[in-house]
């Protein structure tokens, strides 16, 4: 991914609130599996990592980017940024990207 299209990707994701939020348990299968599905519907997740977790945060994204076949678009505090685009999802011209909807 270029840096113009992370930045671009940066600032889509400014206004988008977590989605998939890491507890206790850590990175769990169901935790991979929520991802999975978000990021096949939406494309651009933001997820809240665990306060608990000694682990530092980018570790843990690019662990989750690993796992998902993602992107890492961002690390800020314990919020990272994943994107995946899907190329099943029918787009037409002058629509709103799937995170928007």
């Known amino acids: 991914m270029r840096g113009r299209e992370r930045a671009g990707l ?20 169901s935790i991979i599996s929520s991802l999975d599905d978000a990021l096949r519907t939406r494309e651009l997740v933001k997820v809240r990592l665990g306060s608990k977790d000694d682990s530092k945060p980018k570790d843990v994204a690019n662990s989750l980017a690993l796992a998902t076949n993602a992107a890492v678009v961002q690390v800020i505090g314990r919020t990272a940024t994943l994107f995946r ?13 799937p995170w928007r909807k």
């Open 85 to 97: 685009e899907n190329p099943d999802l029918t787009r037409k011209r002058g629509d709103l990207p």
């Open 10 to 29: 940066r600032a889509e994701a400014h206004h988008l609130g977590p989605t998939v939020h890491i507890g206790q348990q850590g990175l769990t299968p």
